[in-house]
T-cell receptor, first 111, second 114 residues
Framework: SQQGEEDPQALSIQEGENATMNCSYK?????LQWYRQNSGRGLVHLIL?????REKHSGRLRVTLDTSKKSSSLLITASRAADTASYFC???????????FGTGTSLTVIP | DSGVTQTPKHLITATGQRVTLRCSPR?????VYWYQQSLDQGLQFLIH???????AKGNILERFSAQQFPDLHSELNLSSLELGDSALYFC?????????????FGQGTRLTVV
């Protein structure tokens, strides 16, 4: 299966701290996307990083991609209670006709 | 708001019944994807349509079917429902298919089979 895996499964930090989540995948990709999901709600698209990119920033988010290690990381700086959610990485198939989701990291930011 | 609309938001039905979930993609998006999210299986890809044509099929049961209409909205039909079909069903849309495609998700339909 191409499904990725996020690590850690759960993370609890204090407000203001940084949160780092990792994603590993199994096959070559065209791009990798990160999503946030609040409990029982829809997935919110955070950022897409292409296979030829190594790092990308969006506001308090920083994503890195290491295709040689088949891994990506999502860093959320200066976390807020509102960042409490599950975070998923998604990789695409060769054709781009489907996306494979990891198992998610559950982040809790304590006020 | 992603711009992807799913209806209904919640659905409670009995085993053996049939339901239809509806998805309206973002304006201009040609691709629609369906996913099932359950506690024990995570997010599972079901099927992908692009401009009315089926492009990829994932772990979709034979009891389930989908289609994309000329106006690009899509419907997911679930029949002979079983308790194990209880899950969140998500639709996502993207402007195109292929490389570097961002997919945007709707809020989902929560299906409960009793």
């Amino acid at each position: 299966s191409q499904q990725g895996e996020e690590d850690p499964q759960a993370l609890s930090i204090q407000e203001g701290e940084n949160a780092t989540m990792n994603c590993s995948y199994k096959t070559s990709i065209n791009n990798l996307q990160w999503y946030r999901q609040n409990s029982g709600r829809g997935l919110v698209h955070l950022i897409l990083i292409r296979s030829n990119e190594r790092e990308k920033h969006s506001g308090r988010l920083r994503v890195t991609l290491d295709t040689s290690k088949k891994s990506s990381s999502l860093l959320i700086t200066a976390s807020r209670a509102a960042d409490t959610a599950s975070y998923f990485c998604a990789t695409d198939s060769n054709t781009g006709n489907q996306f494979y989701f990891g198992t998610g990291t559950s982040l809790t930011v304590i006020p | 708001d992603s711009g992807v609309t799913q209806t209904p938001k919640h659905l409670i039905t009995a085993t053996g019944q049939r339901v239809t979930l509806r998805c309206s993609p973002r304006s201009g998006d040609l691709s629609v994807y369906w996913y099932q999210q359950s506690l024990d299986q995570g997010l599972q890809f079901l099927i992908h349509y692009y401009n009315g044509e089926e492009r990829a099929k994932g772990n979709i049961l034979e009891r389930f079917s989908a289609q994309q209409f000329p106006d690009l909205h899509s419907e997911l039909n679930l029949s002979s429902l079983e308790l194990g079909d209880s899950a969140l069903y998500f639709c996502a849309s993207s402007a195109r298919t292929g490389r570097y495609t961002e997919a945007f998700f709707g809020q989902g339909t929560r299906l409960t089979v009793v």
